[in-house]
T-cell receptor
Framework: NAGVMQNPRHLVRRRGQEARLRCSPMKGHSHVYWYRQLPEEGLKFMVYLQKENIIDESGMPKERFSAEFPKEGPSILRIQQVVRGDSAAYFC???????????????FGDGTRLSIL | DAKTTQPPSMDCAEGRAANLPCNHSTISGNEYVYWYRQIHSQGPQYIIHGLKNNETNEMASLIITEDRKSSTLILPHATLRDTAVYYCIVRHSGNTPLVFGKGTRLSVIA
């Protein structure tokens, strides 16, 4: 039973380029969460999505960041015109849906380490 | 902000039980206590969660006080591979995001 899959594991971009981070949730999970961990800091929530819907984006920066979770395919976190401060580890988590799943834990992938030159 | 308080660091001898405390004095009736850990450079790993009863699984035990204002995560026989940052998180029922604090950095020593 495959876990949450994130790719790439490492991504290097130059300032001004775009970064695309992908997340495939666990089988049977249709809730996806993105978190960011800056160097030497804790994880901070960014956005929560269900298939084709953004449920909570209260942690997303107002500009340059967007997320989607299409009907088919992985969830994508997109960062446009990257800056040095975007260098961080980005983690995706997923959880199941359904009446009995309300208190089920989120399971995390191993993250994408984004480095901005 | 996180609704939990944890000591910043702890040491534990290999083979001994590691008891990690967590205070959550403002917890409400429908909030669960979750524990995760993060081993260096990996994603957070779910350990255990509970509402008011003590819980045990293959990884750990969770002891929640009767007033629910604090809890203890117990790793019964710590190994070097248990060295990690341990996060205690209080979360409403449902699919709400997790709010991570600074956690406890557990060092298991040979």
């Amino acid at each position: 039973n495959a876990g949450v899959m994130q790719n790439p594991r490492h991504l290097v971009r130059r300032r001004g380029q775009e970064a695309r981070l992908r997340c495939s949730p666990m089988k049977g999970h249709s809730h996806v969460y993105w978190y960011r961990q800056l160097p030497e800091e804790g994880l901070k929530f960014m956005v929560y999505l269900q298939k084709e819907n953004i449920i909570d984006e209260s942690g997303m920066p107002k500009e340059r960041f967007s997320a989607e979770f299409p009907k088919e395919g992985p969830s994508i976190l997109r960062i446009q015109q990257v800056v040095r401060g975007d260098s961080a580890a980005y983690f995706c988590a997923s959880s199941p849906v359904g009446q009995g799943a309300r208190n089920q834990p989120q399971h995390f992938g191993d993250g994408t380490r984004l480095s901005i030159l | 902000d996180a609704k939990t308080t944890q000591p910043p660091s702890m040491d534990c001898a290999e083979g001994r039980a590691a008891n990690l405390p967590c205070n959550h004095s403002t917890i409400s009736g429908n909030e669960y206590v979750y524990w995760y850990r993060q081993i260096h450079s990996q994603g957070p790993q779910y350990i255990i969660h509970g509402l008011k009863n003590n819980e045990t699984n293959e990884m750990a035990s969770l002891i929640i006080t009767e007033d629910r204002k604090s809890s203890t995560l117990i790793l019964p026989h710590a190994t070097l591979r248990d060295t990690a940052v341990y996060y205690c998180i209080v979360r409403h029922s449902g699919n709400t995001p997790l709010v991570f604090g600074k956690g406890t950095r557990l060092s298991v020593i040979a």
